[in-house]
């Protein structure tokens, strides 16, 4: 899973998914889309880190002054792409980041050709399915929050719920299979705690590397697998 390092990892990554290139992307749609990933995260009651508010502010203030009237721009459907200098912000950071994955990617090249070679069964139908973005994990509990209603917590009563248990729970299911399905960690109707707790079980386990999360397409179904090179 792509785990965001800052507000330009983010954006860069909402261009990806646009499928349009950067110097097209208009600064209406790249904003309306990184305000609705930061409202994903607080609605899992996620923090919010400094950088990535300081970002939508200044995304929002490209917007307002690509709204306000030029002379030289006659054509009423125009529409303002990216500012340069921001655009410039990006391709630099992409450079260095591709260099940096190239390095650890060499890193973990053995241990992977190793664990090919002895989970081949394994490893051809994860193969099928591509790695998982913040964006989609995030969005895909927010689905599970709005279409099974999750339960008011003020209405029922249940037991304290940790992250650590919940890890080992996770872990429990990866043991008796290497891949379960994102929905199969939920009741019917989860409470808002379960929904959360499991995001930071999630989390916990992706960055350490223990768990790859893959889909199939975008906003197709998350499954959870478990990280043949850790074990």
């Known amino acids: 899973m792509d785990n965001f390092d800052g507000p330009l990892d983010l954006l860069w990554d909402l261009i990806k998914r646009a499928k349009i290139d950067i110097t097209e992307i208009t600064i209406s749609h790249v904003t309306e889309q990184y305000l609705e990933y930061l409202k994903l995260m607080e609605t899992l009651n996620v923090r ?7 970002m939508a502010s200044e995304l929002l203030f490209y917007k307002s002054c690509a709204l306000l009237p030029t002379a030289h721009i006659e054509d009423e459907y125009f529409v303002p792409p990216l500012p340069p200098e921001l655009v410039q912000k990006l391709l630099e950071f992409k450079k260095f980041q591709r260099a940096s994955r190239q390095l650890l990617e060499e890193f973990e ?11 081949l069964d394994d490893i051809i139908e ?12 995030l969005k895909a509990f927010a689905e599970i929050m ?22 080992e729970y996770i872990k429990n299911l990866l043991h008796a299979r290497d891949v379960i ?3 199969e960690l939920f009741p019917a ?3 808002r705690m379960e929904v959360v707790v499991s995001f930071m079980a999630i989390l916990e386990l992706a960055k350490t590397k223990i768990v790859k999360l893959l889909q199939h397409a975008i906003f197709g179904t998350i ?5 043949i090179a850790a074990h």
């Open 109 to 119: 090249s053995s241990a992977m050709k190793y664990a090919r070679e002895n989970r």
């Open 126 to 137: 994860i193969d099928e399915f591509g790695e998982v973005s913040l964006f989609d994990l």
């Open 189 to 191: 109707k989860p409470s």
């Open 223 to 227: 499954r959870i697998a478990k990280n």
């Open 181 to 183: 399905h994102f929905n």
């Open 146 to 167: 709005e279409s099974q209603k999750a339960v008011d917590e003020t209405e029922i009563i249940f037991d304290e719920i940790l992250v650590s248990d919940r890890i």
């Open 48 to 54: 919010i880190a400094t950088d990535f508010i300081r």
